[in-house]
């Protein structure tokens, strides 16, 4: 659905608890996508537009980056139309960004084998009040579409939820969640678009059957928290370490803390850290 047909937030706040996401078309401009899209290539010692780099990172299903604090992630988080989408849903401008990372992944035909690939599952737990779970976001940094790896989920799922839980547990239900016997949608976009979906949509991305790599940053807001919730937000900032949950992960690459320059931030990006 295209930005222009919601005439108020609180539409826009109806079809994502409805649908469970939402695409939201030029949200950020190709300038900084194109920043983003290089400081990936660069930091991966790939050529964006050179399929025989490629083939070193073919492997890597999802195509997660360990990459947080380059300045022109930044740039990107910092963007006032991002902070206005969240704050349309949230109804609240005292938002947090996320100190999430970016995606490449390669043509699965490159591929010796099939790549690795997670399965689908929730970003919260299912089972908590719809209205608390919050949203989870990610940018297309180029023209994506469906068949190209992109963001994939169980809007059928979603739509029944609390019954198709009934008495499961998480697990189980994740289990259940990978049968194959479900209706997937997976969605595409264009460059600078935004895919904003509910944590409690099951989701995961697909193999990517194009001749061009999917190139995504992952961006949300969540309300602002507590004091020492804010204290170790800023020293991450000012460190350029990655997040707790990101060095569990053990992502290959993973440098803590980062490399280079510390990110400039606005007025705006000052607030979405915690800064002011």
Request: proline share 8%.
């Amino acid at each position: 659905m295209a930005a222009s047909v919601w005439e108020t937030a609180a539409e826009r706040r109806r079809e994502l608890f409805s649908k469970g996401y939402l695409v939201v078309e030029k949200v950020v401009p190709r300038e900084l996508c194109e920043d983003v899209l290089a400081a990936t290539a660069d930091f991966l010692g790939i050529v964006a537009d050179d399929p025989a780099s490629w083939r070193t990172r073919a492997m890597h299903g999802h195509g997660i980056v360990p990459l947080h604090h380059h300045p022109a992630l930044w740039a990107l988080r910092q963007w006032p139309g991002i902070h206005d989408l969240f704050r349309q849903l949230y109804d609240t401008d005292r938002l947090w960004v996320t100190m999430d990372r970016v995606s490449f992944k390669a043509p699965a035909a490159l591929a010796s084998e099939v790549p690795r690939m997670s399965g689908f599952h929730w970003d919260a737990d299912p089972r908590q009040p719809r209205s608390e779970a919050g949203f989870q976001g990610l940018v297309y940094l180029r023209d994506t579409a469906p068949e190209q790896g992109a963001f994939c989920c169980l809007p059928d799922v979603y739509a029944r939820l609390h019954e198709w839980l009934d008495d499961r547990q998480v697990k189980e239900a994740i289990e259940a969640l990978n049968t194959g016997e479900h209706r997937v949608e997976a969605v595409g976009g264009g460059a600078g678009a935004m895919v904003i979906w509910h944590r409690h949509m099951p989701h995961s991305s697909a193999l990517n059957h194009g001749a061009a790599p999917r190139w995504v940053q992952y961006v949300a807001m969540d309300p602002a928290g507590d004091e020492a919730t804010r204290e170790e937000r800023k020293r991450l900032f000012r460190e350029k370490r990655p997040p707790a949950w990101a060095v569990r992960q053990r992502v290959p690459g993973q440098q803590d803390p980062e490399p280079g320059p510390t990110a400039e931030l606005t007025p705006l990006g000052r607030r979405l850290v915690g800064f002011d």
